[in-house]
């Protein structure tokens, strides 16, 4: 802790956001006075909240009982000393540290996503290999609304008018929202994260923020940090910001493009061969994204909601399959053109509604199998993929929980504890979900069926 109290000092922290990330995304833990989190070195949670849903929910008593103590014991979180940050949206100065979660004996809990990416990483690490990784992050910007059956509206730009017909790439559109991007860069400037470029997406009031490529868990944690950043620029704007995959009807989804890489020891990438052609564990990567991912979908289409982005010709920018190819932006797995060095591959299935922690852990365990099993990759697409939904993708929640829950090979990988317990937070969100009558039902069916 020398190290993080020196930076506290320094900075004049008088308050600490204790916080560690849930199954669904969500920042849960303790604040308090900058004093007693030096003296404390760590809080104490309750286990539970590792099962905890988006709607304060719990999996049935049964699994909860058999993943965690009947007694509702505590766990020990410590801070990690690489991934403290400060509010700069706070009224005092703050600091939020990201925490590790730990049992009585030491042992990193692996219900927290951010221990499953540490252990998948580790596997990399044992080959030495290290992965690097970019993330493209999406949202909209949306009046607020506080009556959840009506529609999400644009908000209001420095023009005075709401946004209307499709932007993408508009500088214009892009400027209407001027003083809530000059925030967020300020801020995550303030914080040390490596955000890069900022587009207009197709959708209205919707943009995208692409990171630098870096480790895999230093941009886990600052996705996660990163999503805090912009919903408070919003609300300092009075309106908000969502990272639903689906959230306004007839308007494209957001997604989080991955971009990821290997290199070795020396710093060299391992997907390309010393003449600049691909190398065989590039394929190898490859096909194990094509292979695994169809098992674990649920990472990267956790909610309900996730499935509404892949709704052929819904959006025309999600895709609805597992091909590979070149340059094309049809294919759930896109090679970018880019030199040897740099040569990557980018999942482009991913929602920005996905855990940062697991939705790189997916990524990477998948891409590990293909290249452990020397697994071959299908022929890349060229030309347009179409928008035939891959009959090897489930395309709902239920097929998608059902299918992650058969997968031994991910059981063996990312440990039974976290699939059941995953996978059942998923269905308590999903039992709560079916308890809601839609706008959708009532519109057509009360007077029809």
Known sequence: MEKLTHWLNQKKITEVECIMCDQTGIARGKIMPT??????KGIRLPESVLLQTATGDYPDDDL???LLDPADIDMILKPDEDAV???????EPSAQAIHDCYDAMGNLIELAPRAILKKVLALYQARGWQPIVAPEVEFYLTERCTDPDLPLEPPVGRSGRQESGRQSFSIDAA???????????EWCEDMGLDIDTVIHEEGSAQLEFNFRHGDALKLADQVFIFKRCVREAALKHKINATFMAKPVSGEPGSSMHIHQSLIDKDGKNIFSNKDGSASK???NYIAGLQTYIPQIMPIFAPNVNSYRRYLPGADGNAPVNIDWGEEN?????RVPHAVPSARRVENRLAGADTNPYLVLAGNLICGYLGMEQDLKPRKPVQGRSGDEMDSELPFNLEAALEAMEES??????LGDAFIEGFIGTR?????????????WERKFLLSAV
């Open 35 to 40: 004093s007693k989190f030096i003296a404390e």
């Open 64 to 66: 909860y009982y058999s």
């Open 85 to 91: 940050f400060t509010v700069p949206w706070a009224q």
């Open 175 to 185: 400027n209407e929202f001027d003083p809530i991007i000059e925030d967020i860069y």
């Open 281 to 283: 564990l590039f394929l």
């Open 329 to 333: 932006r049809t294919v759930g797995l």
């Open 408 to 413: 031994s090979a991910m059981r063996d990988a």
């Open 427 to 439: 269905w308590a969100e999903y039992e709560g979900f079916k308890r809601v009558i839609s706008s």
